[in-house]
Structure formats: structure tokens, C-alpha cells
């Protein structure tokens, strides 16, 4: 269903079929000949399309150069079609929604005037680059993205020529766009650098380094500031409100009349923004600069994002300037999209739309019952409020994942001991590390991807010092259609190297429960790191238990019902975390082949650090032969590579010959796909475990 922003209906469209009966077929031409009417207004859609719409215009764009001939009311016109489709591909394949509907207006201008890829355009974070995809000849693969060898989630340079900058983390765009910047220069080329950053990619301090910077070396250099007063969550802090300032100001920059500045009424800001400018521009005094034009950039702004036109002109203008140069416009995360618009969050990102299975006796949709199963990141959540219910000194730190972490509640519900920093991952380690100085204690929030980001930090600040920090560390592990960006499998070999940290790894819901709580107990810097997503459903017990650091468990032994042909061999499948279901259902493959040892142990190893070397002692004592270990983390320096270094540095089992095998992600970035899928390709899901033994075994 479409709607318009006025209400006076639209008289019908005409169509936009190409003249086949012109002798000059080209796209240029066929498009210059195509009779449009501007539409009264933007078109808004209360429904996403569940069958591709029908875009004349948009199929004739194959890449940027096919802007140029157009109109600036076929671009309008473009810019219905490209939101229409946009709505019906995510629809499709799930993925990004709301930043990429806010910015269909300001990707179309950047490449109408940008000579792309000559001139190098730089997106920050990749949240907000399928219109880009589209407009640069991905339109008809578009439906793909995030699947199994389809498009990637983010922009990517062996994916296209358009994409100049592989993105996935915040704040990166100006540093890469001045590196280029600078390169160009010393090439002696005259192509154009431009970058897109959000307001909440801009509260990273890189941004800031990197602002810094293009001043000191004067680059030629155009900087878009997104402003849709959203990071994922609502952004916070200092830039937010200074943003607001600048837009409660109405501050521009007329530069047609030789860059005087000129203060003009803007059009109105949607409600929601409204508010929220509204309360952070509660007590801040007015300022007659702005910090962009304070440390040395040429300031245009702010523009409404929307209109297009006056994009047009301003960013004609504003890229033939010299120096570093921002452009702020403000945009409506979701535009176009009527539900988006009201509810930024929730449409941050979507899922594919749902397929309803028919049954084929009664021709009705049916729906298949499954059990209720908690997220790992609403397990962390409902630890943090449990445990702040019975503990004041309680503190809760993310750097701008409130939802994602799962802290929507706790946040709601200890207000004074949530602390959100915005994307600002350095900080948000230190900043829990001073507090671990006093009489509190301070869990941060953090993606295993995004904590990374910290690591100075996390050495440095916390553990160094000893300091009594706790990180809850979420998308360990791949992490399905996201892809190499944000997959969380380098956190233990990054981790466990570094002194005074424990480590543990739960296997399921209950567990992490309970190791959060452990962790949270312990006078010192430890972390718990769980998957992406839901667990097997395991029930969780309460209140929350302290395990013994250090300890596995063994969960269960498998003993053979016939004679097996290595009967002398003995088998231990070591698991970490979630591979503990895996190894537990291998085991029982293995048990009906005659190929395999008589005696299977899995043990639930929970620990990474400290490691069980007890355990790893009485396995070799009762004669195990052959000791394998499963992870969904980088083979190298892994869960794996501490058993190694204790085994081999242990007289016992290098006496007793004792075979060891890793099992866990190679060498290499794996792509995006479903999670499943990435499992399989890395042989780390039941089948694939099963025969690497069973290859493993028949070499012994």
C-alpha cells in the first residue's frame, strides 16, 4: 500500500517504457525520450511490496553514469522507484532497512555529481549502501544480499569498483577517505574524495582523529554528515546535543553568495526528532561557530537530506571547494516507510518476510509450534536486572548496543547504573576500568568484533592493573549473514595470552547464567563469551551459582557395544561453549562405525583460561589415546592451541604417544551465508566434524 505526504491523490503515472521503435537504442537516448511528470510529492508506503515492483526508470540505471542525462524530475521520480525497491528487496532477503531508506535522495545526488568510481565515494559502517549497490550495477542481485555467495551486507572492494573501502565498523570513512585524499594528491590526480559518516558513526573517536588530521594536511576532502539523530540506538552525548544546537540555530552557509554565512528556516523536523532535539538542547548555551568550522573545515549545512534539488545544489557547489569540506544534512531514518519512521529501532534492521507453508489437504497456511527459546543476549540481560536487584554496586557499560546487548530492560529499570557511551569501544573499556578503582563493579557489553577495538584497553587499563572488570561478550563466533566483519572468532586468541584474565565459555543458556554470575563474583578481569542468537533451550535455574574457575565437567561417556577395530583406542572430544551439543551428537555417530575407538569421552571444558590441566592429566592417566578439540574460533592460537601447549609441554602424554587434532575455523575469513551454512563450510557442524574424524582415524 502507498501513500503521499500531501492529500491530494496523485493523478496516474505515465508509463516509462523505453521507445523501441527509436533506431538508436542506447540507454542515454531511450531515457531522454521517456515522458515524465513530477510526482506532487514523495510517495510513502505503509506495506512492504511482497512482489517486485514495477520501476521503468530504475531498470534503465546499470551504473552511475546512466544518472547524467536525467532530469531533475526523472530523479525524482528515480528516487520513488529506487525506496520502492529497496522496500521490496529487504523484504526479500532481510538485512539493513532504516538508514538505507534515509539517505535513496543523497546516494542518488552523490552519484549524479560524483564521477564514480574515478572519484572515490567512502561509506561508514555500510548500514546505509544498498541504494549504492543498486545504483552501480548490483540492482538485480540486490534480493541476495546476505546470503550464501549473494551480495555482501556491506560495502566490499572485490565485490564491485564502487565500493572503494571494505566497511563493516563505525567511524572509519574519513580516515580512509583522507588516506585517499592524500594518495591522489601525490598522484598528481584531480579525482574527488567523498565520505558519508553518520552522527552516531561520528561519536567514534577515530572520526575525530581523523577530522583532525585532514586539517593539519588541508585535503581536499568532502565529508557528508548523515545527521538522522539515530546511531542503533538514539545517540548520545556531547556531538549529539552539539548537532542539535546547529539545527535549532538553522545555521547555513549561502554558497552562492560567496560563502557569507546565513541563517534561514528549514523545514520541519519530524516529531520524533523534534523531542528528542528538544531535550538535548535543555540548558546549552548558543554558540555563533560550530565545532566543525572551529578546528578548520568549510561548513554547509544543515540541509534537509530529502530534497533533492537542493541537495543537488548544494553538493554541486560544495565539492568544488577547496580543503576539507562538510556538508551536514539531516535525514529521517526509515523515510518513506511509514512504520520505520515511527519506530526507528525496531527497523533498524529486519528479517526476510515470513513464507507461510500451505497445507496441501486443507490449501490453509499453518504454522509449526516450537518451543520458546531465549536469546543469549536476553539471558545477559536478565542476569544484569536479577543481579542489580541484590546488588547496588552493579554498573553496566555498552558502547551504543543497549538492544543488541540485550540492556533495554536493565536500562529502564536502573536508569543511574546503565551507562551507554556511544561508539566509543577504547573508552568504554577504560572508562570501566576507572570505575573498578572505587567501590563498584562495572560489567561492559560488548561484541566479540567490536572489542577488538579496546584491546590497548582491555591489556593496558584492566588487566594490567588487575582491575575487577567483567565482559559479557556477545557474537562470539560466526555470526551467519553479517559476515567477516563482525564474526567473532578471535577473541580467545587475543584474550587468553593476556595475564590475570579468565575466560569461560558456556554451552548453553543455563550455563552462561551462571558463568556470568561466577565471572561477576570474581575479584578480577573476566569474561564470558556466548553466541550470536538463541541457545537449545536449556531451562535457567536461579539464583545464579559460582562455578569452580577452572573446572570442566565431563558429560558423558560413550562405551562401545561391540568390538570396534581400534579397541585399544580411546577418544576424548574436548568442547568449548556451544560445540559441546556438537561433539555430544558426533559421539553418537561414531559409535555405531567400527572404524572408531571403543570409549568416547566429551567433556564439557567450560574454561579456556585457566584450563583444566587436571582434567587433561586423568584423561592420559586412564589411557586416552587420542584427544580432539572443538571450537567455532580460529584454529590458530584458539581453545585448541592451550591444550597443545599444555599436552606437549606434559612428559606423560609425549611418552603415551598421545594423537591431538584442532577442530575449529582455518585460516582464513569466512563469508557470509545463514550460520548454518558458514558451519558446514567450515566442516564444523555435526556431518562435517563426523567425517573429519572418521578421515582422521583411518590415517591412524
Known amino acids: 500500500m502507498q501513500q503521499y505526504s500531501n492529500s491530494t491523490k496523485p493523478k496516474p503515472a505515465p508509463s516509462h517504457q523505453i521507445d523501441s521503435s527509436s533506431e538508436d537504442s542506447s540507454v542515454d537516448v531511450a531515457i531522454s525520450k521517456t515522458v515524465v511528470n513530477k510526482p506532487a510529492a514523495m510517495r510513502l508506503f505503509s506495506e512492504i511490496p511482497t512482489s517486485r515492483p514495477t520501476t521503468p526508470l530504475l531498470d534503465t540505471i546499470d551504473s552511475p553514469t546512466d544518472l547524467k542525462p536525467l532530469s531533475q524530475d526523472q530523479l525524482l521520480i528515480l528516487a520513488d522507484e529506487l525506496r520502492e525497491y529497496l522496500l521490496y528487496s529487504a523484504g526479500q532477503s532481510g538485512g539493513h532497512f532504516g538508514a538505507n531508506l534515509g539517505v535513496v535522495e543523497l546516494t542518488l545526488a552523490l552519484h549524479y555529481l560524483l564521477d564514480t568510481p574515478k572519484d572515490k565515494l567512502v561509506w561508514d559502517v555500510g548500514h546505509q549502501a544498498y541504494a549504492h549497490k543498486v545504483l552501480t550495477g548490483r540492482r538485480d542481485r540486490l534480493s541476495s544480499i546476505r546470503s550464501k555467495q549473494g551480495l555482501t551486507a556491506f560495502p566490499e572492494r572485490q565485490e564491485s569498483e564502487y565500493d572503494t573501502f571494505g566497511v563493516g565498523h563505525s567511524s572509519t570513512s574519513i580516515s580512509a577517505g583522507l588516506g585517499m585524499s592524500l594518495a591522489l594528491r601525490h598522484l598528481k590526480s584531480d579525482a574527488k574524495v567523498a565520505c558519508v559518516i553518520g552522527d552516531g558513526a561520528m561519536t567514534g573517536g577515530m572520526a575525530f582523529e581523523a577530522l583532525n588530521d585532514a586539517v593539519q594536511q588541508n585535503a581536499d576532502?568532502?565529508?557528508?554528515?548523515?545527521?538522522?539523530?539515530?546511531?542503533?540506538?538514539?545517540?548520545?552525548?556531547?556531538?549529539?546535543?552539539?548537532?542539535?544546537?546547529?539545527?535549532?540555530?538553522?545555521?547555513?552557509?549561502?554558497?552562492?553568495?560567496?560563502?557569507?554565512?546565513?541563517?534561514?528556516?528549514?523545514?520541519?523536523?519530524?516529531?520524533?526528532?523534534?523531542?528528542?532535539?528538544?531535550?538535548?538542547?535543555?540548558?546549552?548555551?548558543?554558540?555563533?561557530?560550530?565545532l566543525f568550522k572551529a578546528i578548520g573545515f568549510s561548513y554547509f549545512g544543515p540541509f534537509d537530506g530529502h530534497d533533492l534539488p537542493e541537495l543537488l545544489r548544494?553538493?554541486?557547489?560544495?565539492?568544488?571547494?577547496?580543503?576539507?569540506?562538510?556538508?551536514?544534512?539531516?535525514?529521517?531514518?526509515?523515510?518513506?516507510?511509514?512504520?520505520?519512521?515511527?519506530?526507528?529501532?525496531?527497523?533498524?534492521?529486519?528479517?526476510?518476510?515470513?513464507?507461510?507453508?500451505?497445507?496441501?489437504?486443507?490449501?490453509?497456511?499453518?504454522?509449526?509450534?516450537?518451543?520458546?527459546?531465549?536469546?543469549?543476549?536476553?539471558?545477559?540481560?536478565?542476569?544484569?536486572?536479577?543481579?542489580?536487584?541484590?546488588?547496588?554496586?552493579?554498573?553496566?557499560?555498552?558502547?551504543?548496543?543497549?538492544?543488541?546487548?540485550?540492556?533495554?530492560?536493565?536500562?529502564?529499570?536502573?536508569?543511574?547504573?546503565?551507562?551507554?557511551?556511544?561508539?566509543?569501544?577504547?573508552?568504554?573499556?577504560?572508562?570501566?576500568?576507572?570505575?573498578?578503582?572505587?567501590?563498584?563493579?562495572?560489567?561492559?557489553?560488548?561484541?566479540?568484533?567490536?572489542?577488538q577495538r579496546g584491546y590497548d584497553q582491555l591489556i593496558h587499563d584492566v588487566a594490567l592493573q588487575n582491575l575487577d572488570v567483567t565482559f559479557g561478550i556477545d557474537r562470539a563466533g560466526l555470526v551467519g549473514e553479517d559476515g567477516a566483519t563482525h564474526a567473532g572468532v578471535f577473541d580467545l586468541a587475543y584474550m587468553r595470552c593476556v595475564p590475570n584474565l579468565v575466560i569461560a565459555t558456556p554451552k548453553d543458556e543455563n550455563e552462561c547464567y551462571h558463568l556470568l554470575n561466577t565471572c561477576y563474583e570474581y575479584k578480577g578481569p573476566s569474561a564470558v563469551r556466548y553466541p550470536r542468537g538463541t541457545g537449545p533451550g536449556a531451562e535457567i535455574t536461579k539464583p545464579g551459582q559460582d562455578y569452580e574457575i577452572g573446572k570442566a565437567v565431563v558429560d558423558v561417556v560413550y562405551q562401545a557395544s561391540s568390538v570396534s577395530n581400534n579397541s585399544?583406542?580411546?577418544?576424548?572430544?574436548?568442547?568449548?561453549?556451544?560445540?559441546?551439543?556438537?561433539?555430544?551428537?558426533?559421539?553418537?555417530?561414531?559409535?555405531?562405525?567400527?572404524?572408531?575407538?571403543?570409549?568416547?569421552?566429551?567433556?564439557?571444558?567450560?574454561?579456556?583460561?585457566?584450563?583444566?590441566?587436571?582434567?587433561?592429566?586423568?584423561?592420559?592417566?586412564?589411557?586416552?589415546?587420542?584427544?580432539?578439540?572443538?571450537?567455532?574460533?580460529?584454529?590458530?592460537?584458539?581453545?585448541?592451541?592451550?591444550?597443545?601447549?599444555?599436552?606437549?609441554?606434559?612428559?606423560?602424554?609425549?611418552?603415551?604417544?598421545?594423537?591431538?587434532?584442532?577442530?575449529?575455523?582455518?585460516?582464513?575469513?569466512?563469508?557470509?551465508?545463514?550460520?548454518?551454512?558458514?558451519?558446514?563450510?567450515?566442516?564444523?557442524?555435526?556431518?562435517?566434524?563426523?567425517?573429519?574424524?572418521r578421515e582422521w582415524f583411518a590415517t591412524q
Open 314 to 451: 548544494v553538493l554541486e557547489r560544495a565539492k568544488n571547494v577547496s580543503g576539507p569540506v562538510l556538508v551536514h544534512v539531516y535525514t529521517t531514518k526509515g523515510k518513506g516507510f511509514i512504520p520505520a519512521e515511527g519506530d526507528p529501532v525496531t527497523y533498524h534492521a529486519i528479517s526476510k518476510l515470513p513464507q507461510p507453508s500451505v497445507d496441501q489437504q486443507t490449501s490453509e497456511s499453518t504454522t509449526k509450534s516450537t518451543t520458546h527459546k531465549k536469546k543469549y543476549s536476553q539471558v545477559f540481560g536478565e542476569f544484569l536486572c536479577d543481579k542489580a536487584a541484590v546488588d547496588n554496586k552493579l554498573i553496566a557499560i555498552t558502547p551504543a548496543m543497549e538492544e543488541g546487548s540485550g540492556m533495554t530492560e536493565f536500562a529502564q529499570q536502573y536508569p543511574e547504573q546503565f551507562f551507554d557511551v556511544a561508539i566509543a569501544e577504547q573508552h568504554a573499556v577504560t572508562l570501566a576500568a576507572g570505575m573498578a578503582t572505587l567501590d563498584v563493579k562495572p560489567i561492559v557489553a560488548i561484541y566479540s568484533t567490536f572489542l
Open 568 to 693: 585399544d583406542k580411546k577418544l576424548a572430544l574436548l568442547a568449548f561453549g556451544p560445540m559441546v551439543a556438537t561433539a555430544d551428537a558426533v559421539a553418537n555417530n561414531l559409535m555405531a562405525d567400527s572404524t572408531v575407538p571403543a570409549e568416547i569421552s566429551v567433556v564439557n571444558m567450560r574454561w579456556v583460561k585457566p584450563l583444566d590441566t587436571d582434567l587433561l592429566d586423568n584423561l592420559i592417566a586412564k589411557g586416552y589415546t587420542h584427544i580432539v578439540t572443538l571450537e567455532e574460533h580460529s584454529v590458530m592460537g584458539g581453545a585448541g592451541s592451550a591444550v597443545n601447549e599444555y599436552l606437549l609441554n606434559h612428559t606423560a602424554s609425549i611418552e603415551q604417544k598421545v594423537h591431538i587434532k584442532n577442530i575449529g575455523i582455518a585460516d582464513e575469513f569466512i563469508a557470509h551465508g545463514s550460520h548454518a551454512e558458514q558451519l558446514a563450510e567450515c566442516r564444523l557442524d555435526v556431518a562435517g566434524v563426523t567425517s573429519q574424524l
Open 221 to 290: 576532502l568532502l565529508v557528508v554528515l548523515n545527521d538522522n539523530d539515530m546511531s542503533i540506538s538514539c545517540s548520545i552525548g556531547g556531538f549529539s546535543r552539539h548537532l542539535a544546537m546547529l539545527w535549532e540555530s538553522g545555521y547555513q552557509v549561502d554558497i552562492t553568495a560567496g560563502g557569507k554565512p546565513k541563517l534561514t528556516h528549514l523545514p520541519e523536523m519530524p516529531l520524533a526528532n523534534r523531542r528528542a532535539r528538544h531535550s538535548a538542547l535543555r540548558d546549552i548555551p548558543k554558540v555563533a561557530d560550530n
